[in-house]
């Protein structure tokens, strides 16, 4: 097993940085971009746009509740995957959306999301094949969402 944790931690390291990159970076972060474009839309005020927020918040902190009972239960790749296919439903909602609680139902979507897959999944699949340098590593992996969102920038800011 130990073989098989130093051939692959580089991978996982990768893979955890790409999702963190997509999660964050993509789904979170250039959000900011739209604000005007959305409220003036909707014909509504930045508050009530902003508890699109609240929804994700409050989703995110009661999945990590429970986080460790559902990792053990399902597992990296399944809740990752859930995660991935979270935040695509929640992109979904946010482009379809013509009323501001089809983006609450995103933001509840986008909590979930960010949940199964950046900070506290990357922590604990990072801290599972890092033993040295660990906080080197989740640093790295982390500040892809700062790259993560300036690609998003130079890809949607041409398009708005």
């Known amino acids: 097993m130990e073989r098989k ?31 005007d474009a959305i409220t003036n839309a909707l014909g509504i005020s ?18 990590n509740l429970f986080f460790g009972t559902l990792f053990a239960r ?4 399944k809740l990752m995957c859930a995660g991935f296919v979270s935040l ?11 009323n501001v609680f089809v983006f609450y139902a995103g933001g509840v ?15 604990v699949v990072i801290g599972n094949w890092f033993k040295e340098n660990r906080g080197t590593v989740m ?5 892809s969402n ?7 920038i130079q890809i949607v800011s041409p398009m708005i």
Do not use: H, P, Q
């Open 109 to 123: 979507f986008l909590g979930l999301g960010m949940a199964w897959t950046t900070t506290t999944m990357v922590g």
């Open 74 to 77: 399902f597992g990296a790749k």
């Open 46 to 63: 930045r508050s009530a746009f902003s508890i699109n927020d609240s929804c994700r918040f409050i989703t995110t902190s009661i999945v």
């Open 139 to 143: 640093g790295a992996v982390l500040a």
């Open 146 to 152: 700062g790259l993560g969102a300036a690609l998003a």
């Open 5 to 35: 944790k130093l051939d692959y931690k580089w991978v996982v390291a990768a893979v955890s940085f790409l999702a963190v990159l997509t999660a964050l970076g993509f789904c979170s972060s250039s959000k900011s971009l739209y604000l």
């Open 88 to 98: 695509i439903i929640s992109m979904f909602l946010y482009s379809i959306g013509e």
